[in-house]
């Protein structure tokens, strides 16, 4: 299977994403910074934001956030809902997000249940951009 180009979250997409959505964080440590900073219940100020966003690195960046605030979803159907909602954005960008749709999808793990609850979302649009 081949492998997307690797992206990173820029520090300019850190720090304009931090000032634009009040995010609290050490921005001299950001390893990890798109899997920390989110809170699931803000994820529609997140998705609302990503509708609004121009700039690709910035939506590369907020998509990171909004896939681990879904992961985090307390109940079921809420992650359904979110899950839904991103698979639309994901397909309608998915250059842009090739690189995470592949991440979230997993493929170095067969068993589903040591993956994370996205995986199988993310596995289907893979396989349907790049085996259909």
Not at 25 to 43: A, C, R
Not at 44 to 57: G, L, P, V
């Amino acid at each position: 299977m081949k492998k997307p180009k690797l992206r990173f979250v820029t520090q300019k997409a850190i720090e304009e994403l931090t000032r634009d959505l009040n995010f609290v964080f050490d921005l001299e440590n950001y390893q990890d910074w798109e899997f920390i900073v989110g809170k699931s219940e803000n994820i529609e100020k997140y998705i609302k934001h990503y509708n609004f966003e121009i700039d690709d690195d910035n939506k590369f960046a907020l998509m990171e956030i909004i896939i681990q605030a879904i992961e985090e979803q307390e109940t079921d159907n809420d992650f359904v809902k979110y899950s839904e909602i991103v698979q639309e954005l994901l397909s309608e960008n998915f250059q842009l997000h090739e690189h995470s749709i592949f991440y979230w999808s997993c493929f170095d793990n067969e068993n589903l249940e040591d993956c994370w609850r996205i995986t199988p979302l993310m596995r289907s649009l893979w396989e349907k951009r790049n085996l259909g």
